[in-house]
Every structure is written in C-alpha cells, then in structure tokens.
C-alpha cells in the first residue's frame, strides 16, 4: 500500500520530502509524521500541494519545515486531527562541518512567514529558540479547524 500511495505521489508530481511520513490520495495530502528536514524541498512540496488543490490533513507530528505547509497552503484547506502536533524552531543553517548558525534576521524572516495568528502564538510562547515549542490541542484547534 505504501508504495502504491508513493507512486501515486510521484505521478501526480508530488515528491514527498525525506524524513516524512507523507501520503496523498486523489483528494488530499495527510500529513502523519514528520521531523522536518530542507526546508526548500518541504516549500517545494508544499507549493505543488497548493497548486494541486488538494486539502492537507495535519494528522500527527508535523515539526520544523514541515510547518510551512501553513505558509504556503491556504488556511481554508487545512485541517488538523487531535494527533496533529506542531513544532517550531529557529532556523538553523548547517555547514558542510555540521556546524550550526542561528541568525537573528532569519530568525525573523521565518517567523514573519507565517500567518498573522501563529505569529501572535508564536510571540506569546517567548518567540522562535533552538529548542522546540508545540502547538497542540486547543491552541491548535482555535486556528485551524478539526477534520
């Protein structure tokens, strides 16, 4: 079944990002589980999604790029079960020493991105750090709908 929901995405262009597990049918994107990882291949997705028409369902761990689904798929076709976790951190930058920067001005470049409601959530937990903040349950569900 796996493959078969993998194929489907590559014939529809859908690539789905490393480190996710991502499935998509005819109809929608559900998102059951994903770390993150390059942040241009999760935009890249994202905008195929978008120009896809498809929903997204949020239906588990969605953490650090993965988050840009809700830069870049409008609100209206979003909609997060009661697994649906999300995870926000600053953005790192990783040299080919697998050392790590952290800039201020990206880190507001990043939070910026995101719609005027995460911003406001993100604000109110002390902003974007290394370490993750989450966005769950009821605070989940007062800016996203439920499927």
Request: aromatic letters at 8%.
């Amino acid at each position: 079944m796996r493959r078969f929901i993998f194929s489907a995405a590559l014939s529809l262009g859908l690539v789905v990002p490393a480190l996710a597990d991502i499935r998509s049918t005819s109809t929608e994107v559900r998102i059951l589980s994903s770390s993150g990882g390059v942040a241009a291949s999760y935009a890249d997705f994202f905008r195929r999604v978008r120009k896809s028409g498809k929903k997204v369902v949020i239906d588990g761990p969605c953490d650090s790029a993965c988050t840009l689904v809700l830069n870049i798929v409008p609100r209206n076709r979003i909609c997060v079960t009661r697994r649906a976790v999300l995870g926000f951190h600053a953005p790192a930058f990783v040299d080919r020493d697998g050392r790590v920067t952290r800039t201020t001005a990206a880190t507001h470049a990043v939070t910026a991105s995101y719609p005027p409601a995460v911003r406001a959530w993100i604000k109110r937990k002390g902003g974007l750090k290394s370490s993750f903040i989450y966005l769950q349950g009821r605070e989940l569900a007062a800016l996203y709908r439920r499927c």
